[in-house]
């Protein structure tokens, strides 16, 4: 069942938080669901740019309606990730999707929240919400390289006018995240102190992390073990650090990344191991099973597993 993401989000905030999934083919839409209701979790379902162009946007729209027939036990959202203003208009008008992110976070302050505002207009007139971005993550955001160094944490002061001003539903911050598989090169890690403050200025408010993937350490050396060149060393977000974050009001962790090591992984083992197979359908299905495991491993840490019964009882079909 495709829910509102505010209903989502009202169940969980300050107990736990919804892994937002990023899905691209159908072996990742049924490993998704498949772990989702093993793991017994509401989640959120989101599709980027580049997802809605690999092959078309109503493929997208045609897995996640048969998926939704399939698993009818699941409670879901679909979200626009990392949108430009033009999308998220597209996606509102579609009346498929639960929520948008309107991503202007490169754009000044006051720019930012203009367009944050158009988007807000028309995305609450249609009864969809928006996620809206505040700070720089590190690490390659759409096309723009953002220097780790550079990265900017979202202000909390800041924080809290744009919320008001915009009249944004969520807010995506930059807490010391960045996107893809090279993160922190030191001892970085999320910053709780950042997170704390904001909470205090936004108290109740649902909170996002971007580049939330964990990058384990053994998938990147099964993949170049396989014949991958990944860079080693680098590391993800510790993922016990979800449910911590979860308490402090981040109630969205998106997860893209560890789910593309996954598949890597798989498909360089399975045609290392049997080098005469040209079978696609043997990867895929050791892959759609490996992502289910991964996506109720990550549900444990997020502590969204287990609340799919709970969260029915305050949901509606959206
Ligand atoms: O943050 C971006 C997500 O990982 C989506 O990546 O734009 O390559 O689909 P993508
Ligand atoms: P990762 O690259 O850490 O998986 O982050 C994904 C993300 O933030 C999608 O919006
Ligand atoms: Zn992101």
Redesign the pocket.
């Known amino acids: 069942m495709i829910v509102t993401t505010k209903q989502l989000f009202a169940h969980a905030y300050g107990k736990y938080a919804l892994g937002a999934y990023?899905i691209?083919n159908l072996e990742q839409v049924m490993g998704l669901f498949r772990g989702c209701i093993d793991s017994r979790a509401p989640f959120i379902i989101q599709l980027?740019?580049?997802?809605r162009s690999y092959t078309d946007k109503r493929m997208l729209e045609a897995m996640i309606r048969a998926a939704e027939e399939i698993f009818p036990e699941a409670v879901f959202a679909v979200h626009l990730?990392?949108g430009d203003e033009q999308t998220c208009y597209e996606c509102i008008e579609s009346g498929f999707y639960s929520s948008v992110m309107i991503d202007a976070s490169h754009d000044p302050f006051d720019e930012n929240i203009a367009i944050t505002r158009r988007v807000v207009e028309a995305a609450h007139a249609r009864g969809v919400s928006v996620e809206a971005e505040l700070g720089m993550l590190g690490g390659v955001?759409?096309d723009i390289a953002v220097d780790e160094k550079n990265a900017m944490l979202t202000d909390p002061d800041e924080a809290k006018v744009f919320v008001e001003r915009s009249g944004c539903d969520s807010l995506a911050c930059a807490i010391g995240t960045s996107?893809g598989a090279y993160k922190f090169s030191g001892s970085q890690g999320l910053h709780f102190d950042r997170i704390k403050a904001i909470q205090a200025q936004l108290p109740g408010f649902p909170l996002v992390m971007?580049?939330s993937s964990s990058v384990p350490q053994d998938e990147v050396k099964r993949i170049n073990e396989s014949g991958g060149k990944l860079k080693e060393g680098a590391k993800g977000v510790d993922p016990n650090q979800y449910l911590p974050a979860s308490k402090l009001g981040v109630c969205k962790v998106?997860i893209?990344?560890d789910g593309r090591l996954v598949w890597t992984r798989v498909h360089r083992e399975y045609f290392l191991q049997k080098p005469e197979d040209f079978d696609l359908r043997g990867p895929g299905k050791v892959f759609m099973g490996e992502y289910a495991k991964f996506i109720a491993s990550r549900n444990e840490l997020l502590g969204s597993a287990g609340q799919l019964d709970s969260v029915r009882e305050t949901v509606t079909q959206k």
């Open positions: 990023n691209n980027s740019k580049g997802a990730d990392h955001e759409e996107h971007h580049g998106n893209d990344t």
